[in-house]
């Protein structure tokens, strides 16, 4: 009797355990271990003529993203995905912090706010911009009127900046809300009580204890800011390539899949090295909390 | 010398009132206390004093000049938070630094004043801890070297021992009047612990509903109450309602109790025949075994019997708890020491009628 109490116990839990976790690791081994793992052996190998690979092993994947035309696109990219970045910090921390300070029936309203225009296609919203932008455009008749245009704005990184910057700001002014309404209000009290102006009381309370939502507000626009090939085809015009395009081009136009996987490799290296530096940072913050 | 004027002063939030007209006088050097159940107006007036809200009616000088027009972050006067509202992202040193980089010292007074009070509170050792690697006294003490490295005119100290576990509070206490004596600075606390209100204040506030009750020295308080708020909340009592007579109050199924001849000029509703509240501590009260040749009703001083129905053994001093015939409740007594009586045992009760207190209702 007392020899069969705790492996029962122990098999239920462990039967629990795979109910619950079972459906999401099998979903995520199918479909993103494995392909992962696909993408990661492709590297090393030469490619097909019509795509594919060819079982050869090689290191010349690598040693073509060292060619500057390459690196000019992953460094451009990574330079527009910076500039989204802090354009998106810079407008998404005064609005997170104005509906953090809402009366608790304003803050839900604000928030779905927020949200709404991810009730819309993406596409649909994206397209919506060129209407905007393009030289008959709603802002360049506007200009016209005022005698100041018509401007390319168009086709150039800035309109890419901006679509980018429209579809993920909300990925700024969630997590940034949600640090900054945390935060104990006798803590900026403490601040003012001590002789603190309200703008020393920002930089010195109230900016680093919201630190940890910078820094995930910051990937979450990064990050699909990085990878993103539709903006840069629609508003960009094509002219501008960003990496997402390069790698979506090598597989289904150049038919260079291992090149293709070399190059979302170096992605995946930059978002991981940046994935590492924002946990390390949120659990400096968090034992501080 | 008045440091605080306080004149009425309202504040009104929606519906609710927090505070009706209040005004208090709060002298320089002495260690006032706010005292009064939850919701009472004790920590709205706290945070008018600190500039957190604005009353909206009323006036408060400091000094005599009007404080109100003055933001927080210029007012002399510093908050101990009931949740100490350390800075969570600074060494202990640096939260105590933080008031005085404010005003721009140099480096070497603000060095030696921080390392100063840290000394006094003695925490010179966790100078360089954060707060969550302190316990929850050190934490309290560091929330207090911060609000006092800025020798403010006034501090406020929002239920300052709340938190602590009860050795720690009375170290606790101790300190805070030690360091009100050394430093001069005028105290004011908030607290809904009447004990703890006794034993730290020069003065108390009592307050009720955004208004106050009573303003007094805590023996006044205990032995004075002017209101029946007061008799009941401050300290342990035994309230009677009846009707005043000759002799004492007459109260319905218990007879007439001994209280005070109402004096000329104190309470002018307490004349013959008015209603009014018998107020009586339980360490007033005596206690006398009845044998049984006294089973029958008579004279006993007082005039009441009861029945022991609980006994409590404090230490110092024993609570009885009576079943008194007619009596809603029970009646509680003290004595020192151990009790001399057993439950179950009948006994009468007495006191002097210049213990007692009556009471306008």
């Known amino acids: 009797m007392t020899g069969t109490g705790p492996p029962v116990a122990a098999v239920r839990k462990a039967a629990g355990r795979l109910v619950t976790l079972g459906p999401g690791f099998g979903f995520l081994t199918v479909f993103l271990l494995v392909p992962l793992a696909l993408v990661l052996s492709y590297t090393v190998f030469r490619r097909g003529r019509f795509g594919g690979v060819v079982h050869e092993p090689t290191g010349e994947n690598f040693t073509r993203l060292a060619d500057p035309l390459y690196l000019d696109v992953v460094f451009g990219s990574v330079k527009l995905a910076v500039i989204t970045t802090l354009l998106a910090l810079l407008l998404g921390y005064p609005t997170a912090y104005m509906i953090a300070k809402l009366p608790a029936k304003w803050k839900v309203i604000a928030l779905v706010a927020v949200v709404l225009p991810f009730w819309t296609n993406f596409l649909i919203r994206t397209y919506a911009w060129i209407v905007l932008l393009n030289s008959e455009g709603m802002l360049n008749s506007g200009l016209k009127a005022l005698g100041l245009g018509p401007v390319e704005l168009l086709y150039t990184d800035g309109a890419i900046v901006a679509g980018l910057l429209y579809a993920y700001l909300p990925l700024m002014i969630l997590p940034l809300y949600s640090a900054i309404e945390r935060l104990d209000p006798s803590l900026r009290e403490a601040s003012a009580n001590l002789g603190a102006r309200p703008a020393r009381t920002f930089w010195s309370v109230t900016l680093p204890l919201s630190l940890p939502g910078v820094l995930t507000g910051c990937v979450f626009v990064f990050v699909p800011s990085l990878g993103n090939f539709v903006i840069p085809e629609l508003l960009g015009g094509g002219r501008r390539i960003m990496v997402g395009n390069l790698i979506r081009d090598q597989f289904l136009k150049a038919r260079d899949w291992p090149f293709g996987s070399v190059l979302a490799l170096a992605v995946i290296a930059v978002l991981v090295l940046l994935l590492f530096a924002q946990a390390w940072a949120a659990r400096r913050a968090g034992r501080d909390a | ?361």
């Open chain 2, 1 to 361: 010398m008045t440091l605080i004027s306080i004149d009425g002063v309202s504040r009104r939030f929606g519906q609710v009132t927090a505070l009706d007209t209040v005004s208090l006088d709060i002298r320089q050097g002495e260690f006032f206390a706010l005292l009064g159940p939850s919701g009472c107006g004790k920590t709205t007036l706290l945070r008018i004093l600190a500039g957190f809200e604005q009353p909206d009616d009323g006036k408060v000088l400091l000094d005599g000049e009007d404080l109100l027009a003055v933001p927080p972050h210029r007012r002399p006067v510093n908050l101990m938070f009931q949740s100490y509202a350390l800075f969570p992202h600074m060494s202990v040193e640096k939260n105590v630094a933080y008031g005085l980089e404010r005003e721009r010292l140099p480096r070497q007074e603000i060095r030696d004043r921080v390392g100063g009070v840290l000394e006094t509170v003695g925490l010179a050792a966790q100078a360089r801890r954060r707060p969550h690697e302190l316990s929850g006294g050190q934490r309290q003490r560091v929330a207090l070297a911060r609000a006092i490295v800025k020798r403010p005119r006034l501090l406020l100290l929002d239920e300052p021992l709340s938190a602590l576990d009860k050795k720690v509070r009375a170290e606790m206490q101790l300190e805070l009047k030690r360091l009100q004596n050394e430093v001069g600075i005028t105290f004011v606390v908030v607290t809904h612990d009447q004990e703890e209100a006794m034993s730290l204040a020069d003065r108390i506030a009592v307050m009720r509903g955004g208004r106050v009750e009573q303003v007094d020295a805590p023996v006044d308080l205990y032995e004075r109450p002017r209101t029946p708020f007061v008799a009941d909340f401050v300290g342990a009592n035994n309230l009677f309602e009846g009707r005043v007579t000759g002799k004492g109050l007459e109260v319905d199924e218990l007879g007439v109790l001994p209280a005070p001849p109402s004096r000329p000029g104190e309470g002018a509703g307490l004349a013959e025949g008015s209603r009014a509240l018998l107020a009586i501590r339980p360490e007033r009260i005596r206690l006398t075994p009845l044998t049984r040749s006294d089973e029958e009703p008579g004279e006993h001083g007082g005039g009441l019997t009861g029945e022991v129905v609980d006994v409590s053994f404090y230490g110092g001093t024993s609570h009885v708890a009576l079943s008194v015939p007619g009596h809603e409740g029970h009646v509680l007594a003290a004595t020192q020491g151990p009790a001399r009586v057993d439950v179950g045992v009948r006994v009468a009760l007495s006191w002097a009628a210049g213990d007692a207190t009556l009471l306008q209702v």
